[in-house]
């Protein structure tokens, strides 16, 4: 029997994103984001939903654009960090020692120390309460060549993400590789 818990955000696994933009000044600024995921293959398309009080809410709507930056286990404490604080009290990439490069593609900066960023353009965004969420249209995937597998593409295991359990508001590794998608189906 399964136990109601009510309406809750609650989804697993939950990612870990910072997403990184910049402020009028054009200063950098980076915030940890568990809500947000792929939403449209064609064009290429990603969300995150951000609360309106944010720096990072501000930064979006004036710049048009942001970075979702995958972290590995490595930087889990700067991870959390810009979390923690306030862009509007407190310079981030300072605090943190973490390098903001600036996109030559969109208008915000990703994170020289993370394996994986991605650059988008503000394509939508949706008032949902007290998030917003933004759907940029992805320009560019940035992927370390040291995290990238024999066909090029990054691999789980050597990027080391990190997920987000919302229910006890902690940290997990990725996991372990159990099977091809697509694929292990057809064994049924």
């Known amino acids: 029997m399964?136990?109601?818990l009510g309406?809750?955000?609650i989804l697993f696994p939950t990612p870990v994103l910072i997403i990184c933009s910049y402020d009028a000044q054009?200063?950098?600024?980076?915030?940890?984001?568990?809500?947000?995921?792929?939403?449209?293959?064609?064009p290429p398309c990603l969300t995150v939903s951000v609360r309106n009080h944010r720096k990072t809410h501000e930064n979006i709507l004036l710049k048009k654009a942001f970075t979702v930056n995958i972290p590995s286990e490595k930087y889990i404490k700067e991870a959390d960090y810009v979390g923690?604080?306030?862009?509007?009290?407190?310079d981030k990439f300072k605090?943190?020692?973490?390098?903001?490069?600036k996109s030559d593609l969109v208008e915000a900066p990703y994170i020289k120390e993370f394996p994986f960023a991605v650059e988008c353009?503000?394509?939508?965004?949706?008032?949902?309460?007290?998030?917003?969420?933004f759907i940029g249209e992805i320009k560019d995937v940035k992927v370390d060549e040291s995290v990238l597998n024999a066909k090029g593409f990054p691999d789980i295991e050597k990027?080391?993400?990190?997920?987000?359990?919302?229910?006890?508001?902690?940290?997990?590794?990725?996991?372990?590789?159990?099977a091809q998608a697509f694929s292990i189906g057809k064994k049924k």
């Open 7 to 9: 309406a809750r955000t």
């Open 26 to 42: 054009g200063v950098p600024n980076a915030m940890n984001a568990a809500w947000g995921g792929i939403c449209c293959s064609e």
């Open 84 to 90: 923690i604080v306030s862009g509007k009290d407190e």
């Open 159 to 178: 990027m080391k993400p990190f997920m987000f359990d919302p229910g006890t508001g902690s940290y997990y590794s990725a996991g372990k590789y159990l």
């Open 121 to 133: 353009v503000l394509k939508e965004s949706h008032v949902l309460g007290i998030h917003t969420q």
């Open 2 to 4: 399964k136990k109601s």
């Open 95 to 101: 605090a943190t020692g973490l390098t903001p490069v």
